[in-house]
């Protein structure tokens, strides 16, 4: 009886979450970048490990941008790459290679942003990931927001790309609600969140808070924890930027494997957020879902327990589809609402297991044993 009193206060304290979420998301105006050309310096920062599938594309994207190629700057640092991200990347003209030469390092990407910074020319900074790929309008999106709102830091959405399988599908959606949260989370400004993939800040505010100062050691951060740094010094001129010409494309993990990675690697900075309002929302999160686990395994000794789980997971949709029916609608990819319901248990699932492997062990990406 106790847990169940503790499992509807869970349940009850989410749904309040989740129901802001949403309607804040709802009141995010939608921006329409201006179509007048700005002689801003811009540099695109793409650091890459073995990325010879992708880069290609990614470069070609950029060179396709409507944005004055005059005040552009595309700079690659090749993160001992392996294969020949290097050599593909030096067929495209203009595009300035850097070598990342740090070894026994425990994170190789917030290096390659830092060495990328250390050589730019450009006032705005634009991260983003050599899988991904962008339209046409991005940049002139970004930069056109960036001055009508005066902002420092500028957070702008990323969608998955996926095919008919589950694993990819199931990024997809989960992703798009991570997205969903991060907007609503920066526009009244709530906690830090974005994603390095679609992020740009001035040159001069990342020196200001120095960098990645402090939060070097830590394998993931490169993008939210250095957002926090920026929060603390200029609270009200961090922004996220809500258009359909800013959205980035990436790729999806192909594997369920490389996708628990993945996740765990994001999970794994969750303890070192100076930011104790979102380690709270983490935490209410995490144990909501937990609890789910324990009405599963309860419900092995009395099996009324396996209804109560039912009838949760039912309430748990029915809270969560109205902020995930508006977020899918904006990127365009209403079809995955018919699948919202059955993939639940494992959203439930990958919570609890990313959660905690994130915090005790550790994990392999881009080919590296991570702390």
């Not at 804040?24 to 540099?43: Q, R, Y």
Request: charged share 15%.
């Amino acid at each position: 009886m106790i847990f169940l009193l503790l499992f509807i206060l869970f349940f009850v304290g989410y749904s309040i979450l989740i129901i802001y979420y949403w309607q804040i998301w709802k009141s995010i105006p939608d921006f329409i970048p201006s179509a007048e050309t700005t002689s801003l310096p811009v540099s695109i920062i793409i650091p890459a490990r073995n990325e010879e599938e992708n880069i290609g594309q990614l470069l070609q994207a950029l060179h396709q941008q409507t944005y004055p190629k005059e005040f552009l700057e595309i700079i690659v640092v090749n993160d001992h790459s392996t294969d020949a991200t290097a050599q593909i990347a030096m067929q495209y003209p203009g595009i300035k290679l850097v070598n990342l030469q740090e070894e026994e390092i425990n994170s190789y990407k917030k290096k390659a942003v830092e060495k990328g910074i250390a050589v730019a020319s450009g006032s705005l900074i634009i991260t983003t990931d050599a899988d991904c790929f962008p339209p046409p309008g991005w940049i002139q999106a970004i930069v056109s927001f960036k001055e009508r709102s005066k902002a420092v830091f500028v957070v702008a959405p990323v969608v998955v790309d996926c095919n008919s399988e589950i694993v990819q599908v199931f990024q997809a959606m989960d992703f798009m609600v991570l997205q969903g949260i991060t907007g609503a989370s920066v526009y009244k400004k709530i906690h830090s969140m974005c994603n390095g993939a679609n992020l740009a800040y001035e040159r001069k505010v990342f020196y200001e808070v120095n960098g990645f100062a402090g939060i070097d050691h830590i394998a993931s951060g490169d993008d939210m924890l250095l957002m926090h740094k920026v929060a603390k010094k200029y609270p009200d001129s961090l922004y996220y930027l809500k258009s359909t010409d800013a959205i980035v494309s990436t790729q999806p993990m192909r594997s369920w494997s490389s996708f628990f990675n993945q996740r765990i690697r994001w999970a794994s900075k969750a303890l070192h957020y100076n930011d104790k309002r979102i380690f709270w929302v983490l935490l209410l999160v995490y144990l909501f879902n937990l609890s789910f686990l324990v009405l599963l395994l309860a419900g092995w000794w009395n099996h009324l327990y396996f209804l109560f789980f039912l009838m949760a997971w039912m309430a748990k949709t029915l809270v969560e589809l109205p902020l995930f029916y508006s977020i899918a609608a904006f990127f365009n990819k209403q079809w995955a609402i018919k699948w919202f319901f059955f993939f639940q248990p494992l959203h439930i699932f990958y919570t609890i297991i990313s959660g905690l492997f994130g915090q005790i062990g550790k994990y392999e990406w881009k080919g590296r044993q991570v702390k």
